[in-house]
């Protein structure tokens, strides 16, 4: 009977001493595992103040314009249209250019020749195969002064025909006799990547050629090399110029893109 009492008492003692224990731990558990409504809206607030800065740090809204982004965005638009009308000239002579190649080699092998010992021109010309001295010798010596096959030039109607330039079509009917290939590379000497000179060029280069021939293929060298570059540093500022215009609307618009101090490359980059 003792013993009985005694488990009664020891089972009554634990649960006494353990009870309140864990009602206070159930009590810490429920405190943390729940929100006053005055926490969550405080949370929400802090959330969507967070959410508002980061926007605007990215894009730059009209309220936190500063002096700086205002004069990125005033810089973009010179940039931008700068560009714009430098690119549609640029790709406006492209088709012109490529169709120019296109009708060179499409010279190949076109028209009688008189043969004989070729003239040694550089494969940087473009010319689909070397000329013989013969026939550039044909094209130089032709009876008619410059003036006088612009005199007696038909009239294609452009502006700078009418002004008394010489152009290729007028050049080539001077010397229909002589070999195609021949004709086009000695009026190229006379200008870069166009079908119009100035007479007195022309004549100049006409003279020195009668002279001495072998210069015409230093001349057509020289002149595909400076057509050339102009392309190549035409592209390059171009190119400058897109920088400059994707750099002031990273300022004006984006200043807060990690990105954009490393464009383009961040592209590629996941982590930006």
Excluded: H
């Excluded at 206070?24 to 929400?44: D, E, N, W, Y």
């Excluded at 969507?48 to 800065?53: A, D, E, G």
């Excluded at 002064?145 to 700078?160: R, T, W």
């Excluded at 195609?180 to 006379?190: E, H, I, K, M």
């Amino acid at each position: 009977g003792k013993s009985s009492l005694l488990l009664v008492v020891a089972t009554i003692s634990l649960v006494a001493g353990f009870a309140p224990k864990q009602s206070q731990q159930s009590l810490v558990i429920g405190l943390t595992s729940q929100k006053t409504p005055s926490m969550v809206s405080k949370a929400a607030s802090s959330s969507s103040s967070s959410s508002s800065t980061a926007r605007n740090m990215i894009l730059l809204s009209d309220e936190l314009l500063t002096e700086a982004a205002s004069s990125a965005r005033a810089e973009f638009v010179l940039w931008f249209f700068g560009g714009s009308g430098a690119s549609g000239i640029a790709l406006g002579q492209f088709p012109k250019m490529f169709q120019k190649i296109q009708d060179i080699q499409s010279l190949k092998g076109q028209g009688s020749t008189l043969g004989g010992e070729t003239i040694g021109l550089s494969p940087l010309c473009g010319y689909p195969e070397d000329l013989t001295v013969k026939d550039v010798e044909q094209v130089v010596n032709n009876p008619l002064s410059i003036q006088d096959i612009v005199k007696k030039s038909p009239n294609d109607g452009s502006f700078l025909a009418k002004q008394g330039y010489l152009t290729f079509a007028a050049f080539q009917a001077a010397n229909s006799k002589a070999n195609p290939l021949a004709v086009r590379a000695v009026f190229d000497t006379f200008a870069q990547s166009t079908d119009t000179c100035a007479p007195e060029i022309a004549e100049q280069k006409m003279q020195e050629y009668r002279q001495d021939i072998t210069r015409v293929k230093g001349a057509l060298l020289a002149s595909k090399v400076v057509g050339w570059l102009s392309i190549g540093v035409l592209l390059f500022l171009l190119g400058i110029a897109g920088s400059f215009a994707a750099g002031s609307v990273y300022s004006g618009w984006f200043p807060g893109w990690p990105g954009g101090r490393d464009f383009p490359m961040s592209m590629l980059d996941p982590n930006d």
